[in-house]
């Protein structure tokens, strides 16, 4: 089975598994049952029980297993932003700045505004 997430429960019967990609940073929570946790690149093979969680330190693939009926749930990390998302938000920040200062100048607030004092003036 696989499934991209950002946080799911899964249940999974005995011998069933999940497979994980690029997974370094999610988590694995045991919700109920008994899990068999093998990550590329880790030595270590961690089995879980109820109650236990495990956060994958390692990038590559990792395999969930069911030793018996389980419960989990997943949670992949939040991905930091890119510099292009970081440019591309800062860009629609400065947007947004001038389309309020452009309102506030020649929006109609700003020609009632001037209306006003024009007839003020006027009399």
């Given at each position: 089975?696989?499934r991209?997430?950002?946080?799911?429960?899964?249940?999974?019967a005995?011998?069933q598994f999940v497979?994980l990609?690029?997974c370094?940073?999610?988590r694995?929570?045991?919700?109920?049952?008994?899990l068999?946790v093998?990550?590329?690149?880790d030595?270590?093979?961690?089995?879980?029980?109820?109650?236990?969680?495990?956060?994958?330190?390692?990038?590559?693939?990792?395999?969930?297993?069911?030793?018996m009926q389980?419960?989990?749930?997943?949670k992949?990390?939040?991905?930091?932003p890119s510099?292009?998302?970081s440019f591309g938000n800062?860009?629609l920040?400065?947007?947004?700045g001038?389309?309020t200062?452009?309102?506030?100048?020649?929006g109609?607030?700003?020609?009632?505004?001037r209306?006003?004092?024009?007839?003020r003036?006027?009399?």
């Open positions: 089975m696989n991209k997430f950002d946080q799911t429960e899964v249940s999974l005995p011998d497979t990609h690029d370094k940073g999610s694995v929570q045991c919700n109920r049952g008994s068999w093998t990550q590329d690149g030595a270590t093979d961690y089995v879980l029980g109820t109650g236990q969680v495990l956060e994958l330190e390692h990038g590559g693939d990792a395999i969930v297993f069911a030793l389980s419960e989990v749930t997943l992949q990390p939040a991905h930091a510099p292009l998302d800062m860009l920040a400065l947007l947004d001038m389309n200062w452009i309102g506030a100048r020649f109609p607030q700003a020609i009632n505004s209306k006003v004092r024009n007839l003036g006027a009399m």
